[in-house]
């Protein structure tokens, strides 16, 4: 079954995170996230379970709205994505677990976490762009 139809059919879909993007926030292989089907009413901050093409589906963070649509990116990433709107969104990430204890969105250290991380988006991308570039810079010298 999809995740569409088992969010469609359940409402709540809880699955194993994969991948690296959502680091350090999600870990993968180690923590499972709990997804919400939502129509609508997203906001800045909040993590979303997205199409990306016919077959692909992305668990990344809102971080801006314009009048075309959400601009997301994972909290590991630099590249930004623009243009995703309401009905490419299939949920919202109500909270995760890991290691047996749930954590949910509204707690307090997950606020203050998401409130850090939006705030220094500029750094932590330049960071990380300087870091490649200096570890591109070491391979050729």
Not at 55 to 81: F, S, W
Not at 98 to 127: N, Q
Request: aromatic share 12%.
């Amino acid at each position: 079954m999809r995740y569409e139809e088992y969010l469609n059919k359940y409402g709540s879909l809880t699955y194993r995170f994969r991948g690296v993007s959502m680091l350090p926030l999600l870990r993968q292989g180690r923590d499972l996230i709990i997804v919400k089907s939502r129509d609508g009413g997203y906001n800045k901050g909040d993590v979303v379970m997205y199409r990306r093409g016919p077959k692909r589906h992305v668990l990344h963070r809102i971080i801006g709205m314009r009048p075309d649509g959400y601009i997301i990116m994972g909290d590991n990433c630099t590249a930004k994505e623009y243009g995703i709107k309401d009905e490419d969104i299939l949920g919202v990430m109500t909270g995760f677990i890991r290691d047996g204890k749930e954590y949910h969105v509204s707690d307090m250290p997950y606020r203050a976490y998401t409130c850090l991380w939006l705030h220094t988006i500029p750094l932590r991308v330049f960071l990380k762009k300087t870091k490649s570039f200096l570890g591109k810079m070491k391979s050729i010298l």
